[in-house]
């Protein structure tokens, strides 16, 4: 069964600090991984997207990471601020062969205090 | 307009009442996706319609009606709900290309649903 686990679960971090959200995943055959941010009330949107081949992608102060040998992701945030607050979705997209169906982790939610 | 809209963003009804959420989405997308999202739970999929034939029903209760009359519209036709359907409904659309679901889902505003 496809599955993806999140964590931590809920982290809160003073602006400007770093942290990091983990993902773990078993989706097979992978075809990529993405994470979205979702603000409260909101719809999710994308952050970054991984490919089997890729270890390293960064979009302004997010850098998210894949290795597909373990099938874990990490998304880092760096100098975080007060917007960063919101809820940080991991999800999986099987290749052909597999669901069509992206598998959803359940979320970090992150909050960021002044 | 861009991107999926969706309609009405809040919407209040008892439960017997009979009423409908629209999703419109102007990507030229060929997959349309009605998600649940309860309180501090993961988003949840409800139905998939690809090229406006629905592919996924994933036992969502008959109280839940969809319908997809194009492949840039989708509809959740609400009867006789519960308090506990009380959610936010998130609607998304991508593309698919050979059977395979590369693209990146992009989501509506959702529509925040009480029920009394």
């Known amino acids: 069964k496809n599955q993806v686990e999140q964590s931590p679960q809920s982290l809160i971090i003073l602006e400007g600090k770093n942290c990091t959200l983990q993902c773990n995943y078993t989706v097979s055959p992978f075809s990529n991984l993405r994470w979205y941010k979702q603000d409260t009330g909101r719809g999710p949107v994308s952050l970054t997207i991984m490919t089997f081949s890729e270890n390293t992608k960064s979009n302004g102060r997010y850098t998210a990471t894949l290795d597909a040998d373990t099938k874990q992701s990490s998304l880092h945030i760096t100098a975080s601020q007060l917007s960063d607050s919101a809820s940080y979705i991991c999800v999986v997209s099987a290749a052909s062969g597999g669901s069509y169906i992206p598998t959803f982790g359940r979320g970090t939610s992150l909050i960021v205090h002044p | 307009e861009t991107g999926v809209t969706q309609t009405p963003r809040h919407l209040v009804m008892g439960m017997t009442n009979k009423k409908s959420l629209k999703c419109e989405q102007h990507l030229g997308h060929n997959a349309m996706y009605w998600y649940k999202q309860s309180a501090k739970k993961p988003l949840e999929l409800m139905f998939v319609?690809?090229?406006?034939?629905?592919?996924e029903n994933n036992s969502v209760p008959s109280r839940f009606s969809p319908e997809c009359p194009n492949s840039s519209h989708l509809f959740l036709h609400l009867h006789t709900l519960q308090p506990e359907d009380s959610a936010l409904y998130l609607c998304a659309s991508s593309q698919f290309r050979g059977g395979e679901n590369t693209g990146e889902l992009f989501f509506g505003e959702g529509s925040r649903l009480t029920v009394l």
């Open positions: 319609y690809s090229l406006e034939e629905r592919v």
